[in-house]
């Protein structure tokens, strides 16, 4: 059974996209499954290894994760590669286990509120989801480490600020529940660099030897240096998606995850080397922008590209 010390090794930095899932989940149109397979071509031969690449949810409200199954297919054929993909219910857990898919990612919500309007269910009931997948996922000797995230964990913006205390408490729970991963998700982008510092550092301290990733959003323009403070803190997994999409349909004022590209620049700048070739990525996010012809994307790399006559180039 894969542990997830074979997935994200200890001391690495691991970058995740997740442009195929949280990046479609506020588009007006998506890629075709082939287009979709031809996305995550290029980004693997630009060096990505981790892929988050849809949800297991009805295709009758979701047709854009429809081809979930696929995904995880087409993942799991490029070596080395690792695949992941969102359960928010029972229904979606057995579906994931039925795959070869690598990692279930699971949501907790911080708040009462958006766990209701998110995955109609209390906190309660998410972190149980959480014990159950563990625990079917042993039973059925399943490879899949179990991802859970908390979502709203920076501030809500339908309940307003959250206490770091309730973090630590979701994140205490969600530790005896067996998960595997414990995520801090700033969904709406409401934290700033300092607040991402704090929280980081201590969900690190209380988690011990378990691996924390950390998911951000530019809503306010702060997902970069807020990606800084938690590198700096001691985070090692990071979310990304390509182009800044993304964003919850059920958090009010949501808007895009941080730029991958703009992330990796980030993190080769600080001396973190990712393995994955800026001029290569680009290729990656032409068939996306070619795809979505009618969705924004974003990106300081995007625009500028790295800094030319420097001899500059990333840690491949």
Not at 96 to 123: F, G, K
């Amino acid at each position: 059974m894969t542990r997830v010390g074979d997935i994200y090794p200890v001391e690495k930095v691991v970058l995740r996209e997740v442009g195929l899932r949280d990046g479609l989940q506020l588009t007006k149109t998506f890629p075709s499954t082939d287009t979709k397979r031809e996305w995550i071509a290029k980004e693997y031969a630009a060096g990505v290894r981790h892929f988050e690449i849809g949800s297991f949810l009805p295709a009758t409200r979701f047709p854009q994760f429809a081809d979930v199954r696929e995904m995880i297919e087409t993942v799991t054929a490029h070596p080395g590669a690792h695949s992941a993909a969102l359960t928010l219910n029972e229904r979606g857990l057995k579906d994931a286990l039925q795959t070869d898919v690598d990692e279930i990612v699971c949501v907790v919500s911080a708040t009462e509120e958006h766990s209701q309007a998110n995955a109609r269910r209390s906190r309660d009931d998410a972190v149980e989801l959480v014990r159950m997948a563990c625990a079917v996922r042993e039973a059925a000797g399943h490879k899949a480490i179990i991802n859970t995230g908390i979502s709203m964990a920076f501030g809500c913006s339908i309940a307003g600020s959250v206490e770091p205390a309730e973090v630590f408490r979701l994140v205490e729970k969600l530790l005896d529940a067996g998960a595997d991963i414990i995520g801090l998700a700033d969904t709406v982008g409401f934290a700033g660099p300092q607040q991402v510092a704090d929280l980081t550092g201590q969900t690190i301290a209380l988690a011990g030897d378990q691996p924390i990733s950390v998911h951000l959003h530019d809503t306010r323009g702060l997902g970069l240096a807020n990606a800084s403070a938690a590198l700096d803190t001691g985070a090692r997994i990071l979310d990304a998606s390509l182009g800044g999409l993304g964003g919850c349909p059920f958090a009010p004022g949501a808007t895009g995850n941080i730029v991958f590209e703009d992330l990796v620049f980030l993190c080769e700048t600080k001396g973190f080397a990712t393995g994955i070739d800026l001029d290569a990525l680009a290729a990656a996010r032409e068939i996306a922008e070619a795809s979505m012809p009618g969705e924004d994307f974003f990106g300081a790399i995007a625009r500028a590209g790295p800094p030319p006559n420097t001899g500059w180039r990333a840690s491949v």
